[in-house]
């Protein structure tokens, strides 16, 4: 079984940073993607960063030039740097993952961690 554990939501003033984590753990055989997701509150959940075991990073338009994504692929770790920080950046934010089990190493599955909170206020 594949968990994902988050890290580091909080509140944030506009213009300021946070960092958040990601470590996966369980019976992995391979790992493609990592990244993470956000919802808002009456939105649908959507991409803010993505990051494939060879480096190749996709990013939201919104949060480009912004938040840098990052991963340790040896500790199953992905890292969000959230910077310049926006009240529209408030959210859940889930950490998401695409691998393959060790007890099922034949297919690709989505997992995805419980959701951390970010909240941008002055």
């Known amino acids: 079984q594949v968990q994902l554990v988050e890290s580091g939501g909080g509140l944030a003033q506009p213009g300021g940073s946070l960092r958040l984590s990601c470590v996966a753990s369980g019976s992995i055989a391979a790992i493609y993607l990592m990244g993470w997701y956000r919802q808002a509150p009456g939105k649908q959940r959507e991409l803010v960063a993505s990051?494939?075991?060879?480096?190749?990073?996709n990013y939201a338009d919104s949060v480009k030039g912004r938040f840098t994504i990052s991963r340790d692929n040896a500790k199953f770790m992905v890292s969000l740097q959230m910077n310049s920080l926006k009240s529209e950046d408030t959210a859940v934010y889930y950490c998401?993952?695409?691998?393959?089990?060790?007890?099922?190493?034949?297919?690709?599955?989505?997992?995805w961690g419980q959701g951390t909170q970010v909240t941008v206020s002055s």
């Open positions: 990051m494939t075991t060879i480096g190749r990073t």
């Open positions: 998401n993952l695409e691998a393959r089990a060790a007890a099922n190493p034949s297919t690709w599955s989505t997992y």
